[in-house]
């Protein structure tokens, strides 16, 4: 009767542990998008009523949506192409036996470990140095750089013996070297492929280093909210944020949707 | 489509292994010629070189006449059926039957009658909208088969293609490839190192044993008459019974080689035996005898089903079939 107890209470304080962990982790999330509805003009406590004022304030700023919109096509093209160099790098390194290509899948993998700090000063004295004009181009530049590493390992990883023997047997039915990429190595990585893209998709989304320190005139969106914040809080900030996480959000979801079809 | 195969002292090397030794063979266009040994013997070194996924270091392979120096996999009369199958498994049935055909540029509609027509022939009618997931071990491997015969290949290569399959499975398929390839005429290279699989489909087996050729003939002429001791022994169990002196057709050294089965009532006299022990195979008994010429000596004898002698009987030992080969 005792033990039953002790093992009662000892369930109710893992769940207690597990709620604390979750509080720990989204109760800034929930703080966040709580007072993105404040009816009021400090999005800090008491929550004064609910209204979508802020939301209508953020969707008709120019410039906000200018940014959302310069936030996403540096997503987009920036993590296509990280993908599309990964996944041939991957694929490469898979099939041939190099000279030293542990030592090439070490330098490809490297600079996840190097800080978004450095690799942005890198890329910002290697622009000045060329005469290469500050412009999203170049901040998508910065996140094939920071993606790549990634796309790479996630490919890399993906393609077992399984692929190669595929591959092996399109080449025997007459297949070039582009319809095995295309026709059977592609389409088997599809899941990874498709989770490495949403990832890169939402690191693209959500940095700011890289993006402060590489564009100038046009900017990406956490930049924008960046310079938001320097003319103090608003509740504003807090509905661009909620949607800036609702947009990772249904990215990770979508990543992870595709890897669950494999 | 058929075409023969030559091959012409062939030699490969991977590092300082010799996996192929000047290895020649001809191979008749329609014949169905299965390689067998051990693994690492060579025999998958071979037919990779056959199908291009590998090039000989030295000498040079002609299918059909044609050398085929420095022509890939993709552009070789050859397609090959793998061990793991290697479906594609994002494809149907029908895509993947149809593959080779779309990369030579065959219309969608022609590719797919073809690839029902090939799906029929390997007993798979009706099923080319399924996917290789559904499909059971012995199902892919049909699937494998007619994908790689779409495309009527001059030469068939199968890379231990029953390998994975259980032995059931295996001895039925093997009539099945048999059937397939008498109704399609394509010069088959088979791999194994079954024996049995070996003696049960092939036209000619080619014995190999450490990148050489041992032996090659028709099925019952390597088991019945093997040209060296290794194809003896790997043909199935054998006894060696060491000759002194000079034998004929050897010279030096000899040994006498005789089939467990080839125990009779008549023919070579090697006087009695003790039997030692004896176990029920079914189709016969397996007795271990110990001549009494030579005591220490062990001979497996096969003893037909209804005779049960007791360990110690006396048993009179005549091969009614043996060889001398060169020890």
């Known amino acids: 009767m005792r033990r039953a107890t002790a093992s009662r209470i000892g369930r109710g304080l893992v769940w207690l542990y597990l709620c604390a962990i979750y509080a720990f982790i989204f109760l800034p999330v929930v703080v966040l998008v709580v007072f993105s509805f404040q009816d009021g003009r400090l999005p800090v406590p008491p929550l004064q009523g609910v209204s979508l004022k802020w939301y209508f304030k953020v969707l008709s700023d120019r410039d906000l949506i200018a940014a959302l919109l310069n936030s996403a096509l540096v997503a987009g093209v920036s993590s296509a192409v990280a993908l599309v160099l990964g996944f041939l790098a991957a694929h490469g390194l898979a099939r041939q036996v190099l000279p030293g290509s542990a030592w090439l899948r070490g330098v490809l993998i490297a600079p996840i470990a190097v800080s978004s700090l450095i690799i942005a000063l890198g890329l910002l004295s290697l622009f000045n140095q060329m005469g290469v004009r500050l412009s999203l181009l170049t901040a998508g530049i910065g996140h094939v750089v920071i993606n790549l590493p990634l796309c790479f390992a996630i490919c890399y990883a993906a393609m077992g013996d399984h692929q190669k023997a595929a591959e092996r047997a399109a080449r025997d039915l007459g297949a070039s070297e582009v319809q095995v990429l295309a026709l059977v190595s592609a389409p088997m990585l599809a899941p990874a492929l498709g989770a490495a893209f949403f990832l890169s998709m939402t690191f693209s989304w959500d940095e700011f280093l890289i993006a402060f320190l590489l564009t100038r005139f046009d900017v990406t969106l956490p930049v924008e909210i960046w310079s938001m914040l320097r003319s103090g809080l608003s509740p504003a900030t807090n509905a661009v944020g909620s949607l800036v996480f609702l947009v990772s959000v249904a990215a990770v979801f979508g990543a992870q949707a595709v890897r669950r079809q494999a | ?327």
């Open chain 2, 1 to 327: 489509m058929t075409a023969g195969v030559s091959v012409q002292g062939v030699t490969r090397a991977y590092g300082a292994a010799r996996a192929l030794d000047a290895v020649s063979l001809e191979i008749a266009a329609g014949e169905f010629v299965v390689l067998l040994g051990p693994s690492g013997c060579g025999k998958t070194t071979l037919l990779n070189i056959l199908g291009g996924f590998a090039e000989p270091d030295q000498g040079r392979v002609l299918i059909g006449g044609r050398d085929m120096a420095g022509v890939g996999p993709k552009d070789r009369p050859t397609t090959t059926v793998f061990q793991d199958y290697a479906l594609f498994p994002h494809m149907t049935l029908a895509q993947n039957v149809g593959f080779g055909l779309r990369m030579r540029g065959v219309s969608g509609s022609v590719r797919a009658a073809r690839a029902e027509e090939m799906l029929a022939l390997v007993g798979l009618a009706g099923r080319g909208a399924r996917r290789p997931h559904e499909m059971s071990g012995g199902q892919r491997q049909r699937v494998a088969l007619a994908r790689a015969l779409a495309v009527e290949p001059d030469v068939l290569l199968l890379d231990e293609p029953l390998g994975a399959l259980d032995l059931k499975l295996r001895r039925s398929m093997q009539d099945e490839l048999k059937a397939i390839q008498r109704r399609v005429g394509t010069t088959f290279v088979h791999v194994t190192h079954d024996q049995e699989e070996a003696m049960a489909i092939a036209d000619r087996i080619v014995v190999m044993n450490a990148g050489r050729i041992e032996d090659e003939g028709a099925p019952r002429q390597v088991y019945l008459n093997p040209k060296s001791l290794f194809s003896a022994g790997f043909m199935g169990e054998i006894n060696r019974i060491p000759l002194e002196g000079d034998w004929r057709p050897v010279p030096g050294p000899g040994v006498l080689c005789i089939r467990p089965e080839a125990f009779g009532a008549h023919g070579l006299d090697l006087g009695t035996g003790r039997v030692l022990d004896c176990a029920f195979f079914g189709a016969y008994l397996r007795a271990h005898v110990a001549p009494d010429a030579a005591p220490a000596m062990r001979l497996v004898v096969h003893v037909p089903q209804g005779a049960a002698p007791d360990p110690g009987a006396e048993i009179a030992l005549r091969a009614t079939t043996w060889g001398v080969l060169r020890a």
